[in-house]
């Protein structure tokens, strides 16, 4: 059920979609995101849409999504996608014949040619603890190229503070297991910062991931993110979070090891082996347009005219599988295009990626004082060694991943 | 009810806070039917709440009841409230003046505390006859008889003169009225033709104006008088007359002795000063009667609104509020002031403590305001070398304002007299306590066989400090304190001034002690340190006295400001972050290129740890 309130504040995106696809000029749109809202139990720093126990409702789930990805499909002109990643959530959770239906929906409408050619990049977030052959079979037979391995630690203890249930053992199987599946590219998913953790604990579970071959790690930072039983537990005073001098310790450390063994940092918290970065999260970070399926799954669909849509599906299941116009769920949070708010998202996320921004193709049709003011916070920056220049490219330095954040505010608060 | 003067009573009910002064007022009316039995319970209560929501002022100042003593005789009790908290004991003093008589509260089981001390004091400073009541001889821990001689020991009221009661069943209470009627005096006789009348409260009221509360002791008043305020020289003319009972009740006149109060078309409570003497505009009184003293302000402390637009919309907001406020209050001062830190603001002077809270408090709820307020100060008299050798003392109430040492002659500070309650296996540390706050020990007396009661004389500059506080702490709350201004006395104090990375900060300077003020200047920095967050750069705090530093702490350069996750697609929500952040950045005041969060500006005042 929807609450009024709800009702009210969400949007029919039919429209929008239609209207897209009625300009002549729209480009096709290249990837494409989908949701799997399913986990065994709710990790506490999580703040995923996600639901326990749903088994019943995995059929009507997929059911649905594929009616969804039909009411999409269009948006590509049925050019090749560059780019899917089907996230959640734990999609692997999905029964293994669901994920048949799933991959089938995905070849009836959409261009996978460069997929199936190992042209494009097909990811899939795995929980190590579901890897099986029989699953990862199907996986590959569909296009699936990249496994992402949620490890987060391999430490026990401390996948205990953050209520991940998983044996610690099973990521080493998973990797191995993908291998024999024929799927080459894994990436391995790490926490830390956890309450508790020592630097050489720190050390150990990177170690550990390094050792499994991988050429893709995501290193997080424990994030408090509001609503979570972690904060909850932080609020309650049930533990000490980490002093910021040692997370800034660990991060700094992590930079180095991950270099060392040949993976270089591309964004603040991915590092990869040359040629081996996620390029469905850097078609994220650059602003293209991406198409996005499933519950609490977020757009962003260019416009011809300019900006950028962008908008989130209703993250509730229920919602989900009972609002249907003309196959598309209900909104919220949607933005019209904004030429202006695109400008500031790309600068937001320029500071964090070591491919940097092109400033003056960025400003091209920018207004004078904007543009001129932009480049004065650019300037700034340079001249305190937060950035560099090379290759007509604007990107962060070594000290400038560091306080990235503080970066995008300086570039937000003249925008 | 025409009742002669003989048959009139004036008195008042003074206790600690707690002890059942406001229980006691609600049984009197019970026991006299001024209220029924129902409405002691409901309809009193119910009707208050209405003259709440309709913004009436609910507080009767002071209720005049009907009394029928055993020997047949028909009284007039008017029984004058001690409005507000007794924190501020010229509000006491200012209820006291119009009464003849006063009931001291002690609470049977708590015994004598500080507050009872003082306020008995008070009364019989003012001549006052005092009836002793023991309360509360329900409770199982109720002590009448010990209690009866603490009371005989320390304020010299014969044990056997003291009346026990309860004030929640009732029991005692014809006795005590009985004592009201035979041992209270009645109001003295009318020295002749020439109306006077004392001003012993005034309150504000949304539709009348000013109600103002009266005792007449001189001549009469009625509606159609054309007044005079011998104190402010202005006349008005009286509208409507009337008494609580506790109903609002219109009469034509109040006679010499009697209590009441009278509208007259006044408009804000500048217009009228408590203590000052009103007469008739025809037949003018050459003297007043024998006032108080204006309240003075003691506690200084900024105000200043959280957020400032450009517009200065809410420097705007701020004023109307504290001008709104002042409709109600005609207690406390404020002046527009600029600091480089807070922008306008407005620096206000208090009785008190718990004034400057309430204050405060009022109008962030009653206004809706959110205000930065900065560490409250007292008022130091400072000798300064004047022009051609000769020396001037002007008053400083805000540490910035005080001149170049150079030029400073002396500065003196005001000294309270402090009554403490304490159990005797506190003393040591109450004794220890009061000499680390410059106290001057003054005399210590035994009250009944647990407990003492020790007087001193304390700089009111530490007791705004943390004294209280410490009190609390140290006797497991069962010390009781209370004070007075007595004097002012001139002392080595310096001011401390307070650099953020390396720009002074007036709003965080202040004036102590100068054997004190390296540990003050550290404990402060090191509050500092706490609430302002981490910046790009490292941040050095110095506490310094002309120029020479004193402490000093440093705020260490993040490395760090980066979100770990860009929430994959969802950029719309890293987006609001940062704008968030950033808003949360812009609020708050900026020094030096320092962020300083509102709360740092209270740092001085947070007394938790040291
Ligand atoms: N048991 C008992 N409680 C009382 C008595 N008188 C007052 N109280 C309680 O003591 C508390 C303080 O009473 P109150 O009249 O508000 O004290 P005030 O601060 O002096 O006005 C309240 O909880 C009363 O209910 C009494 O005679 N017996
Ligand atoms: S498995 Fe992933 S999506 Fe599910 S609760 Fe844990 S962190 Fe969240
Ligand atoms: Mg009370």
């Known amino acids: 059920m929807t609450t009024p309130l709800q009702q009210l504040k969400s949007t029919s995106t039919a429209p929008i979609v239609r209207q897209l696809l009625d300009d002549p000029e729209l480009s096709p749109v290249r990837c494409l995101y989908i949701h799997i809202p399913f986990c065994f139990h709710k990790c506490h720093y999580c703040d995923f849409y996600s639901l326990v126990d749903t088994r019943d409702r995995q059929q009507p789930f997929t059911d649905r999504l594929g009616q969804e990805l039909a009411a999409l499909a269009p948006l590509t002109q049925n050019q090749p996608l560059r780019t899917i990643f089907i996230g959640g959530g734990t999609p692997t959770l999905l029964q293994p014949a669901l994920w048949t239906q799933l991959l089938r929906t995905l070849d009836d409408h959409f261009n996978l040619a460069a997929i199936h050619a190992n042209d494009a990049e097909f990811s899939v977030e795995c929980n190590p603890e579901t890897a099986s ?122 930079v180095k090891r991950c270099a060392d063994a040949g993976l270089d940092r591309y964004e603040v918290s991915n590092f990869a082996a040359p040629g081996h970065e996620c390029a469905h999260n850097l078609a994220y970070w650059s602003q293209s347009s991406w198409l996005a399926a499933g519950p609490s799954a977020s757009s962003h669909l260019l416009d011809p005219q300019g900006g950028g849509w962008r908008w989130k599906n209703q993250p509730r299941l229920d919602d989900y599988l009972h609002q249907n116009d003309n196959g598309h769920p209900r909104a919220i949070d949607l933005e019209p295009p904004d030429p202006s708010r695109l400008l500031s998202e790309q600068l937001m996320t320029a500071v964090r990626l070591r491919e940097g921004i092109d400033l003056d193709q960025l400003l091209e049709n920018t207004n004078e004082p904007t543009a001129n003011a932009v480049r004065r916070v650019a300037a700034d920056q340079l001249a305190r060694g937060c950035l560099q220049e090379s290759d007509s490219r604007l990107r962060p330095t070594d000290s400038g991943f560091l306080v990235a954040d503080g970066l995008a505010r300086e570039f937000l608060s003249v925008l | 009810m025409p009742i002669d003067r003989e048959h009139i009573r004036n008195f008042s009910i003074i206790a600690h806070i707690d002890h059942g002064k406001s229980t006691l007022a609600d049984r009197l009316l019970q026991a006299t039917h001024a209220v029924s039995d129902r409405e002691a319970k409901e309809q009193l209560l119910d009707s208050m709440d209405l003259e709440r929501e309709r913004g009436i002022t609910i507080k009767a100042s002071a209720v005049t009841v009907a ?58 400073s003012q001549d006052l006859e005092i009836i002793p009541v023991l309360n509360k001889i329900d409770l199982p821990g109720a002590r009448p008889d010990e209690i009866a001689m603490e009371v005989e020991q320390v304020l010299g009221l014969a044990a056997e003169d003291c009346i026990p009661v309860s ?76 008494k609580y009972t506790p109903k609002q ?13 009278f509208v007259a078309a006044i408009k804000t409570l500048g217009d009228v000063r408590v203590g000052d003497t009103v007469t008739l505009d025809s037949n003018p009184a050459t003297d007043p009667l024998a006032g108080y003293e204006a309240p003075r302000q003691m506690v200084f402390c900024d105000f200043y609104p959280a957020t400032s637009d ?89 540490p910035a304002d005080l001149p170049d040492m150079g030029q400073v002659l002396e500065i003196r500070e005001p000294i309270c007299n402090v009554e403490i309650m304490v159990p005797n296996e506190y003393i040591g540390d109450i004794m220890k306590l009061c000499l680390d706050r410059r106290a001057v020990y003054k005399s210590q007396q035994v009250v009944g066989d647990t407990r003492q009661m020790l007087t001193f004389e304390v700089p009111l500059a530490e007791i705004i400090y943390d004294f209280y506080d410490k009190l609390k702490g140290l006797t497991s709350g069962y010390g009781t304190m209370d004070y007075e201004i007595a004097l002012y006395r001139s002392d080595e104090l310096v001011r401390i001034d307070i650099l953020i990375n390396n720009e002074p900060v007036e709003a965080l300077a202040l004036i102590c002690h100068k054997d004190r003020s390296v540990q003050r200047g550290r404990v402060l920095l090191q509050r500092l340190r706490k609430q302002i967050d981490r910046h790009q750069f490292e941040i050095p705090l110095q506490a310094a006295i002309g120029g020479k530093i004193i402490a000093r702490e440093t705020i260490k350069a993040f490395r760090k400001d ?20 950033k808003k949360g950045k812009d609020r708050m005041k900026s020094i030096g290129s320092v962020n300083i969060p509102q709360q740092a500006f209270m740092a001085v005042l947070d007394t938790g740890d040291e």
Not at chain 1, 145 to 174: C, I, Y
Not at chain 2, 362 to 391: C, D, F, M, W
Not at chain 2, 562 to 570: F, H, L, M, Q, S
């Open chain 1, 133 to 254: 052959p029989e699953l990862f079979d199907i996986l590959r037979a569909g296009g699936v190229n990249r496994l992402s391995m949620g490890a987060q630690s391999f430490n026990p203890r401390h996948l205990k503070t953050l209520e991940r249930w998983h044996d610690p053992k099973s990521v080493p199987r998973a990797v191995a297991l993908a291998k024999t599946a024929g799927i080459e590219r894994t990436s391995v998913d790490l926490i830390f910062a956890i309450p508790g953790q020592t630097l050489p604990e720190w050390d150990a579970d990177l170690a550990t991931a390094l050792t499994l071959g991988t050429t893709h790690l995501s290193c997080y930072a424990l994030t408090y993110e509001p609503n979570t039983a972690m904060t909850a537990r932080l609020k309650r005073g049930d533990f000490t979070p980490t002093d910021d001098d040692l997370e800034a310790d660990m991060y700094e450390h992590t």
């Open chain 2, 67 to 124: 009394h029928t003593a055993d020997d047949g005789q028909e009284y007039m009790l008017n029984f004058i409230d001690t409005p507000g908290h007794v924190d501020f004991n010229y509000e006491v003093s200012r209820a006291l003046k119009a009464c003849e008589g006063a009931i001291l509260v002690v609470d049977a089981s708590q015994g004598v505390e500080a507050q009872t001390v003082v306020n008995a004091l008070l009364a019989f």
């Open chain 2, 167 to 242: 004030a929640k069943t009732g029991a005692g209470i014809p006795e005590l009225l009985s004592a009201i009627c035979k041992d209270f005096p009645p109001p003295r006789e009318s020295l002749g033709d020439q109306t006077r009348a004392l001003i012993f409260d005034a309150i504000y009221d949304d539709y009348r104006g000013v109600v103002t509360y009266v005792r007449v002791f001189d001549g009469r008043l009625k509606v159609g008088d054309k007044i005079r305020m011998m104190g402010l020289d202005r006349t008005f003319i009286i509208t409507d007359l009337g």
């Open chain 2, 249 to 261: 009740t219109r009469v034509k006149e109040l006679g010499p002795g009697e209590t009441g109060y």
């Open chain 2, 310 to 398: 450009k517009k200065g919309n809410d420097f705007e907001d701020l004023r109307e509020a504290m001008e709104k406020l002042q409709l109600n209050d005609s207690s406390f001062t404020f002046q527009p002031v600029h600091s480089e830190a807070l922008g306008f603001g407005f620096r206000c002077g208090f009785l008190g403590l718990l004034h400057m809270d309430i204050a405060q408090q009022r109008l962030e709820r009653e206004h809706n305001l959110e205000i930065v307020q900065t560490a409250p100060t007292v008022s130091y008299k400072v000798l300064v070398r004047g022009k051609g050798g000769i020396s001037e003392e002007i008053e400083v109430h805000n």
């Open chain 2, 562 to 581: 980066v979100t770990a996750k860009c929430y994959g697609g969802d950029m719309t929500r890293k987006r609001k972050l940062l704008e968030k952040q």
